[in-house]
């Protein structure tokens, strides 16, 4: 039976440490981290998540700004609106929840972010500077995933990983950072062929593609540590509605060595992960070095 990776309880850590390292930087230069948030429109998924977001960017001491906006407001209103807090000092990180309405073009809309505030990770000056090696802001969900993974095997080298989702959110960036750690990595996609003898001989196999139980539980290679991204909501046998993740997690974790559950595995990570790059944000801002 596979050790399970509680995201949850790793998710608490890194947020007690965050909050700690942030009542030092209060206390030694008198800087709070500060994180703007933008919600556009009503979509439920994404206002649970904003709502999240606040409360514990709060929790961690963080000033946190929360901006919601009409689904109908123009690209160009949108962009006024990172412009102001681009230039605002209070303002160390700032987050656009996505998805965004389809007459807002969302690259467009994320490279008006600064870089250095940039705590998702997505302009393209933090994608290029994390392809080559370069500090950065990271990507939240690969940052998180990383963070698992290190959790259950602090050497990932000469690992063979297979991630399943070719993403610039999670698939890209998860990819440049198993490369960093030695990883041998193959990227699978909804064009792969034999994706079940591919997911076979991987030591690490992460699914992030949104699909229920798309990865069946025989497909894990015995002793895999296995990190599921996907959040699918569907209906249990009994009617009921029930959060469950790509892999078919009774099947796999018979078989894995590690694996991590949903809910509870890679979503807690993912906003802990946004909170330490806030912080690392703020201090980069303000020349400082990050408390220890």
Not at 7 to 19: D, I, P, T
Not at 162 to 173: L, M
Not at 189 to 207: G, M
Request: charged share 20%.
């Amino acid at each position: 039976m596979a050790r399970l990776i509680d995201g949850k309880a790793l998710a608490a850590n890194l947020r007690q440490s965050v909050s700690e390292k942030v009542e030092l930087l209060k206390a030694e230069h008198g800087l709070i981290p500060g994180l703007a948030v933008v919600l556009v429109g009503d979509n439920d998924a994404s206002q649970v998540y904003v709502r999240n977001k606040i409360i514990q960017t709060s929790q961690a001491g963080m000033n946190s700004f929360h901006n919601k906006l009409a689904a109908g407001v123009t690209e160009s209103e949108l962009l006024d609106l990172i412009e102001r807090m681009n230039a605002d000092p209070l303002v160390h990180g700032i987050l656009v929840q996505l998805p965004l309405p389809d007459h807002i073009n969302a690259e467009i809309v994320i490279n008006s972010i600064l870089p250095q505030k940039d705590v998702d990770g997505f302009h393209a000056l933090n994608v290029g500077l994390l392809n080559i090696g370069m500090d950065s802001l990271i990507p939240c969900t690969p940052l998180g995933c990383m963070q698992l993974l290190k959790s259950n095997d602090e050497d990932l080298s000469g690992k063979n990983a297979v991630i399943i989702g070719r993403s610039n959110i999670v698939g890209k960036p998860l990819a440049t950072l198993l490369l960093q750690e030695n990883c041998t990595v193959t990227i699978a996609h909804s064009r792969t062929r034999d994706l079940k003898t591919i997911c076979q001989q991987a030591d690490i196999l992460v699914s992030a593609v949104g699909k229920a139980h798309i990865v069946k539980g025989h497909w894990v290679k015995p002793g895999a540590t296995v990190i599921d991204v996907g959040i699918n909501r569907i209906k249990s046998e009994t009617g009921k509605s029930q959060l469950v993740g790509d892999i078919e997690f009774a099947e796999a974790e018979k078989v894995a060595g590690a694996i991590t559950p949903v809910p509870g595995g890679v979503g807690p990570m993912t906003i802990a992960s946004l909170l330490q790059n806030t912080l690392k944000a703020a201090c980069s801002q303000h020349e400082v070095r990050i408390p220890e």
